[in-house]
C-alpha cells in the first residue's frame, strides 16, 4: 500500500493473495471517508452557489501561472479565492496572494494529494463569498490527485507540452476524470517535438468527452477560451 495515500500496490504471486484482500478492503475504507466527506463539501458549497475547480497536474505544468493570469485577468469580474497545495513551502500562496487574491495554504507534509478533510478545513479558512468561484491548485502529481473527490464540481487538468504527448496512456485516470485539459506552454510548440494531433488521438481514447484548450499562461494565447469555459461552468 502506498503510505502516503492508501492506494494499494500490485501484489503478484498466491503467497500474498490474503495481504492482497486487506490491501484492497483498506483502500476502500479510506475512499468511501473520503467520498463521504466530498459529498458534504459539495452541499456546503452548493447552498452557497459556490463553484470549486480543482486544478490537477504533473509539478511545472504552470498552474501558478495560470492562476495568477486568471486572476488578474478576471479581477472585478466575480468573486475569487485560492487554496493551494504543496507538501511545503508557501511560494505559491505567496504568488497568488501578491495577485490581492484571497488563498490558504494547504501543507500536506508527505501526502501525494489534498483530501476531502484537508478541504474542509481550508474552506473554513477561506471563508469564500456566496456565488463566487473557488481554484484549488492540488498538489503535482498525475496519480493521486485523480483519485480523491474534494467535493468541486469541475476538474481541470493542466498539461504542458513540454512534457510529451504519451502522457494521456501513461496516465488514463487523471485525464479521465478530467473536465477540460488545458494544453499550456503552446508558445513553446515551435522549439519542441510535441505532435498535437497524437495527444488528441491519445487523449479521446482515454475521455472523448473532455475539451481542449490550448494556451499560454505567460503569453495570454487561449486564455479567452479558458475563461469562456469557467463562465459556461459557472453558470450550469
Known amino acids: 500500500m502506498c503510505a502516503t495515500c492508501g492506494c494499494s500496490l500490485a501484489v503478484h504471486g498466491h503467497e500474498h493473495a490474503h495481504e492482497h484482500v486487506h490491501t484492497v478492503s483498506l483502500e476502500q475504507k479510506v475512499l468511501a471517508r473520503n467520498e463521504a466527506l466530498a459529498e458534504r463539501n459539495r452541499r456546503w458549497l452548493a447552498n452557497r452557489a459556490i ?7 504533473s509539478p511545472g505544468s504552470g498552474k501558478t501561472t495560470l492562476l495568477e493570469r486568471t486572476i488578474r485577468d478576471l479581477a472585478g469580474e466575480t468573486d475569487l479565492g485560492v487554496i493551494e497545495g504543496d507538501q511545503e513551502t508557501a511560494f505559491d500562496a505567496d504568488r497568488i496572494r501578491a495577485t490581492g487574491c484571497k488563498v490558504v495554504q494547504v501543507n500536506t507534509g508527505a501526502g501525494c494529494h489534498l483530501d476531502a478533510e484537508m478541504m474542509a478545513g481550508a474552506l473554513r479558512a477561506l471563508d469564500p463569498l456566496p456565488r463566487s468561484l473557488v481554484f484549488i491548485e492540488n498538489v503535482g502529481n498525475l496519480v493521486c490527485p485523480a483519485l480523491f473527490d474534494l467535493g468541486e464540481a469541475d476538474r481541470a487538468v493542466v498539461m504542458s507540452v513540454t512534457e510529451g504527448a504519451d ?70
Not at 463553484?51 to 497536474?57: D, E, G, I, K
Not at 501513461?170 to 473536465?179: G, L, N, S, T, W
Open 51 to 57: 463553484r470549486a475547480v480543482n486544478l490537477m497536474s
Open 167 to 236: 502522457k494521456p496512456m501513461k496516465y488514463p485516470h487523471m485525464f479521465r476524470v478530467a473536465d477540460v485539459v488545458l494544453l499550456n506552454k503552446v508558445d513553446l510548440l515551435p522549439y519542441l517535438d510535441f505532435p498535437i494531433g497524437r495527444f488528441r488521438d491519445y487523449l479521446g481514447k482515454v475521455n472523448p468527452a473532455a475539451k481542449v484548450i490550448e494556451l499560454s499562461a505567460t503569453r495570454g494565447d487561449g486564455t479567452p477560451d479558458w475563461y469562456t469555459w469557467l463562465s459556461g461552468r459557472k453558470k450550469r
